[in-house]
């Protein structure tokens, strides 16, 4: 891979999409000095923000026309016959929940006019014109700079959400290389959470005294409250300027729970109950852009709403939130106006809301937040394979900006766990990728040990019930040099059959082969081994690839099934390892010289369900 002059990382939200550029030189070298350049001022955007909304409007033949903010607006402010005239066909927005594998997520995607976010084609181009868009936003960003530079010189780092598949993120790579990111070997994509670690780690309280002990052993649970809810627990150690991270449990609890859905409850429920549910209609109707104003008001108070300590230390919002209804006022029908006016103590032109109105509207999401905070802490508290560390929960996302949702995850963990929110809460997972993309050697993944001094994990964990969709994922482990052909041979048939097979070859990169491959291990349901002569020649030596998946494969409980073809018979216990001896006693298949279709059809109906 060449030389890079410049490491930039895009943040591509639900909400928020926004991107962060460092120059690669001597002096940002060191991750703890390096410094980062951002976009602060979108233009149409209500407040100040390193991202800018995740909204495209099209035309159409679906090429887009604006982005962000002032897509929104361009698509609000205009009736439907003058975006006719404009020729402004479609819009979307928060189309990154579209690509979602979770029927709860998809249903947070927005479109309008000819935009169908249920379309491959749709999705295939207006992902790659937002990252283009952002592409091109860098580009101008740097261009200040007469650095010369070529595409090949920047070097790109995507974040993709903990949950999403292989098939997902190769998607979003792919639509980078269309936007004209480079070449896939300058892009580079890491998960949210791991992103936000490391940012927690290196850049959460800089240069403060209740800093995060940099040096030594940390619990940690990233906590990204944005438009969705991701939490993921983390063992690291941070030593000398590298960060060795084992991710506990795969992929991070999630909800689709955000903050859009604050904002959402404001306006379809809290507004019609104060104004009047026909005066609500009506505006709706006609004056949007004066409704989005009014919850744009309510975006900026929310974050800031005064928090104390009410009964049983729980924290309560006590101050109420006061709403400009100046430009709404004309058409607040008199008996409306008069009830507005004695609500806000005589107050005309404004809409008060009381600390409990607020407090009901936070609770709703910040509950179930809360909740999942306290599930993942408890886990890992129990989670006796990573120590007894102290824990830190990183608090990221543009959500956790919100001082009601910091206070009550504090009160909720008390002695338990720190909580640490950053400055930015919005920065972690756009500068973290910047961090990573600079030196993906910072991060070294390690499995997460399997024994403590303390307590002893069981070998083999009981399998646990699968979802549906898990049932039909499949890891496929083989000897390299031996079984290629063969292994091609069985993903293909598989997939034909609606099985969802990972192998090693095609789906990462080199650097990321080692986190990435447990992981799969683990989350996938199925193991599957493909056996031929001389594939466990190797088996007992140091470090051999084969006898680490088939291991993880045994602890984690996954379903192994062996497949042994050309005349291959079962290993015997003795000619093994003795952490996957146990092997040589499960059930195999056996694949007979012209008899594949056979031996397929028996190991999918028999073995892997
Ligand atoms: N300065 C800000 N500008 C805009 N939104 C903000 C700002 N500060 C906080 N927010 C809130 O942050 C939310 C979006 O958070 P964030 O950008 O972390 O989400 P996201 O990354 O797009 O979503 P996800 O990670 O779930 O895909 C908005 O709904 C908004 O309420
Ligand atoms: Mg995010």
Known sequence: MRASKVVAAIDFGTHGTGFAYTLVTPDNDDPRTRQMVSRYDWPKAPVRGAKTLSAVVVDRDLQPVAWGYEAAELWQLNSPARREDLGLHGYASA????????????????????????????????????????????????????????????????????VWTDAQKLGLRRAAEEAGLGAADTIFVVTEPEAAAVYGILDADKGSARAVSRIGEHRFMVVDCGATTEISAFSGVFDDGKVRLAEIGAGGAGVALGAPDVNRAFRTRLLPRRLSPTLVEHLEREYRDLVSE????????????????????????????????????????????????????????????????????????????????????????????????????????????????????????GAEARVVRPTDPRLAVLHGAVHLGYNPALVQHVPVPAT????????????????????RAVFLSYRRGVSWAMARLVRIDLEQ????????????????????????????????????????????????????????????????????????????AADLPADIATLASFNALTVYHDYFPEAMTKLRGRFLH
């Open 452 to 471: 403590t001094p303390r307590q002893q994990v069981p070998a083999r964990t009981p399998r646990q019930p699968e979802s549906p969709e898990n049932r």
């Open 294 to 413: 009014l919850e744009g008001q309510w975006e900026k108070a929310r974050p800031f709403v005064a928090v104390a300590p009410g009964s049983g230390g729980r924290p309560e919002v006590v101050s109420p939130v006061y709403l400009d209804l100046t430009r709404l006022w004309p058409m607040v029908p008199a008996a409306v106006r008069r009830r507005l006016i004695e609500e806000a103590d005589g107050d005309p032109r404004t809409l008060m809301l009381t600390a409990q109105d607020t407090q009901a509207l936070l609770d709703e999401v910040i509950d179930p937040i809360v909740r999942l905070v306290r599930r993942v802490c408890d886990d890992l508290l129990q989670e006796a394979r990573v120590g007894s560390a102290p824990v830190t929960a990183f608090l990221v996302g543009g959500f956790a900006s919100d001082d009601y949702l910091h206070a009550r995850i504090q009160h909720e963990l």
């Open 95 to 162: 189309f990154k929940a579209a690509l979602s594998s979770r029927a709860e997520l998809r249903a947070m995607a927005r479109s309008e006019g000819i935009v169908d976010l249920g379309s491959d084609r749709t999705l295939g181009r207006l992902i790659p014109s937002i990252l283009r868009y952002m592409r091109d936003q860098t580009v101008a960003a740097l261009g200040a700079l007469d650095l010369r530079l070529t595409a090949e010189d920047i070097r790109w780092c995507l974040t993709v959400p903990a």
């Open 497 to 572: 059959h609606g099985f969802d097979v990972f192998m090693d070859v095609e789906n990462i990169d080199s650097g990321r082969f080692e986190p990435v491959i447990l992981t799969q291990i683990e989350s996938r349901a199925h193991f599957l081994l493909l056996l031929e002569p001389r594939s466990l020649d190797r088996i007992g030596n140091e470090g051999d690839w084969l006898h680490r998946e088939i291991a993880h494969a045994i602890a984690h409980g996954r379903n192994v099934v062996p497949l042994l073809a050309n005349g291959t018979g079962m290993p015997r």
